[in-house]
């Protein structure tokens, strides 16, 4: 079969490039929406309606026996508690004095919290379960999986998946912005005015980082 | 609307390419580039000051920093309570001062921190001034005012390219339903984890 001539090669370079910056960006925005709509609240710390302090409701106290055994790694024992109390999601991190017998935790969801209290001298856990909201949700999820208390990150699957779903969502925005590029310089009408208004987003943009930094 | 999809995210280009590298590296503390902290250049020096007169602390700080000459945005602060002992901390991208102010003795001990470009990435991605965690923390530098202003852009600048990108998808009739295909998998895969984990495991 002789090669296809190179006007072919393009045509159907650019359908596919088309398509696929029509497709992973309609499936993307969802996620890019997520992180506008978040970064706007940690912008202007927003909790619309009222946010957590409304939606707040501490559902019940509970206290539950439990059995564990001690250990100096202290995300091991929330982690057997979480088991036993069965409460699922990311356990935010472990707080516990030394020497003490009393272990603090959060189980995180978006837009809920389960705050547990063990005494492993008497066995129990206190658990408090409360609604944050839907918009604590956002920020919980742009935040997520992020560089804190990077040793108890990922101690529950779901998380793990979200911080790859998280990682896809960058790697897809990143191909929209290279294929975007691509599509505009094949529309010569539009190349002057699009090289314009490239050239004033890059000179905003290093103005800015000059004078914050420099 | 297909000229407005195309020249605004050409605007937004290296806006979108810093938060989407910065946002990476956050998600990856043991990638190399996040372990800009290690690398820090700390130097430290002493010297005498004239004691503004202030009556707040934010007033002190802003004072004490005209002296030292230290731009930024202000962080935590903290007064002895005998108030002779003053300290506080400046950010900007990169940089971090740590001011210790004996105000008996005036004299201050200021603590520089340098950090690397992976450093600037870093800061730059998360510095807004303001903080969910303290409301009533406001921004005092003029530019964080700018920096959160062109943050705001950009999420509104995304927010206009996806609807823009929804209208251009549905002036084409043969692409309605696979396109519909597209959003809807995005939809549920988002909605699962904002709605779905709570109602769930909640």
């Known amino acids: ?93 472990v707080r516990r004095k030394a020497g003490s017998r009393e272990v603090r935790f959060p189980i995180e969801t978006p837009g809920h919290v389960t705050t547990v209290d063990v005494d492993l001298s008497a066995g129990t856990a206190t658990i408090q379960q409360r609604s944050t909201g839907v918009w604590d949700g956002l920020t919980y999820l742009h935040k997520m999986p992020g560089p804190h208390n990077a040793t108890v990150r990922g101690n529950w699957l779901v998380t793990r998946f979200w911080g790859w779903t998280a990682d896809v969502a960058v790697y897809l925005i990143l191909f929209l912005t290279a294929s975007g590029v691509y599509l505009w310089t094949v529309l010569r009408a539009d190349r002057r005015t699009g090289m314009a208004f490239l050239g004033a987003g890059l000179l905003s943009f290093v103005a800015i980082i000059v004078a914050i930094v420099a | 609307m297909r000229k407005l999809h195309n020249y605004l995210g050409l605007y937004l280009l290296t806006f979108v390419w810093l938060f989407s590298a910065s946002g990476l590296i956050l998600n990856h503390p043991a990638w190399s580039a996040a372990q800009f902290w290690k690398v820090r250049e700390e130097t430290t020096a002493q010297r005498a000051i004239i004691v503004p007169s202030a009556t707040g602390d934010i007033e002190l700080a802003a004072g004490l920093m005209t002296q030292l000459g230290i731009v930024g945005e202000i962080g935590e602060m903290k007064r002895s309570s005998k108030g002779d002992a003053f300290e506080f901390q400046v950010v900007r991208p990169g940089r971090v001062f740590r001011v210790e102010a004996r105000i008996d003795s005036a004299r201050v001990r200021v603590t520089q921190i340098r950090l690397n470009a992976w450093g600037v990435f870093d800061a730059l991605h998360k510095f807004t ?56 998998a995005g939809i549920a895969c988002c909605a699962f984890f904002l709605f779905g984990l709570g109602t769930l495991f909640g």
Do not use: C
């Open chain 2, 129 to 184: 001034g303001v903080s969910l965690d303290a409301p009533a923390r406001t921004r005092d530098w003029a530019l964080t005012k700018v920096w959160s202003l062109a943050m705001d852009a950009l999420a509104l600048g995304l927010m206009i390219l996806i609807v823009s990108g929804l209208f251009l998808w549905y002036r084409f009739p043969v692409k309605r339903v696979p396109g519909l295909i597209a959003l809807g």
């Open chain 1, 1 to 93: 079969m002789p090669p296809r001539p190179p006007r072919a090669v393009f045509k159907a370079f650019y359908r596919w490039t088309r398509d696929l910056h029509l497709y992973l960006g309609l499936f993307v925005s969802p996620f890019v929406l997520v992180y506008a709509v978040s970064a706007i609240q940690f912008n202007h710390t927003l909790m619309p309606w009222g946010g957590v302090s409304n939606a707040e409701v501490a559902r019940e106290e509970r206290v539950v026996r439990v059995v564990v055994s001690d250990s100096k790694n202290s995300l091991e024992i929330a982690r057997q508690v979480r088991q036993q109390i069965d409460v699922r999601g990311e356990i935010g991190y």
